[in-house]
Nanobody
């Protein structure tokens, strides 16, 4: 079994900052790409930022220059530092991890339960 758990969400004022964390645990042989997605009410889930095991990153255009994704492979953890947050970025933020549980198993995607980020004064 593989568990993916996010933390760090909460209420922040417009222009404020938050740091999200996501840790994967369980029967893990290797973790490939990890990413953060978000889903606002009535909208589709969208990619916010992704990072490969080697550290290559990609961002949604709307967050470039304000959000930073990073990871600690020794801890199976990915982070999302968010600054200058906007009210329209209120959403549930989800973590995704590509996981291989054995040498012969395919890469599978695992999702966390999500953490609420509310940007409001």
């Amino acid at each position: 079994q593989v568990q993916v758990v996010e933390s760090g969400g909460g209420l922040v004022q417009p222009g404020g900052s938050l740091r999200l964390s996501c840790a994967a645990s369980g029967s893990i042989l290797s973790i490939g790409a990890m990413g953060w997605y978000r889903q606002a009410p009535g909208k589709q889930r969208e990619l916010v930022a992704g990072i490969t095991r080697g550290g290559s990153t990609r961002y949604a255009d709307s967050v470039k220059g304000r959000f930073t994704i990073s990871r600690d492979n020794s801890k199976n953890t990915v982070y999302l530092q968010m600054i200058s947050l906007k009210p329209e970025e209120t959403a549930v933020y989800y973590c995704n991890a590509e996981v291989k549980v054995t040498r012969w198993a395919p890469w599978d995607n695992y999702w966390g339960q999500g953490t609420q980020v509310t940007v409001s004064s």
